[in-house]
Nanobody, 120 residues
């Protein structure tokens, strides 16, 4: 069974960088046909896809967030990470990591999510 778990600080200050890590168990992040995504949900709003890192390390980002988003991975730890720079209070959200299944073309496994608040 594939499991994903988000971790990182729950509070960041405006203008600083939000950094989260997703630890994957039960499957390798280098396995073909899967990719590893970050999604967020602000209070009272819908899900927003942020970006993804593929099994070969290629990255793709939402156009609205590309300028300040970076996704990386550590294959030795089977982890991938999110960095979102220059945060504002509008970046407050529950942040999820999830696995993208190429054949199903959707997210088949999700982490529980972690709330990140931006405040001074």
């Amino acid at each position: 069974q594939v499991q994903l778990q988000e971790s990182g600080p729950g509070l960041v200050k405006p203008s600083q960088t939000l950094s989260l890590t997703c630890t994957v168990s039960g499957g390798s992040i280098t396995t073909s046909y899967y990719a590893w995504s970050w999604i967020r949900q602000p209070p009272g709003k819908g899900l927003e896809w942020m970006g993804v890192i593929a099994s070969d390390g290629s990255t793709y980002y939402s156009p609205s967030l590309k300028s300040r988003t970076s996704i990386s991975r550590d294959t030795s730890k089977n982890q991938f990470s999110l960095q979102l720079s220059s945060v504002t209070p509008e970046d407050r959200a529950i942040y999820y990591c999830a696995r993208f299944h190429e054949f199903n073309y959707g997210m088949d496994y999700w982490g529980k999510g972690t709330l990140v608040t931006v405040s001074s």
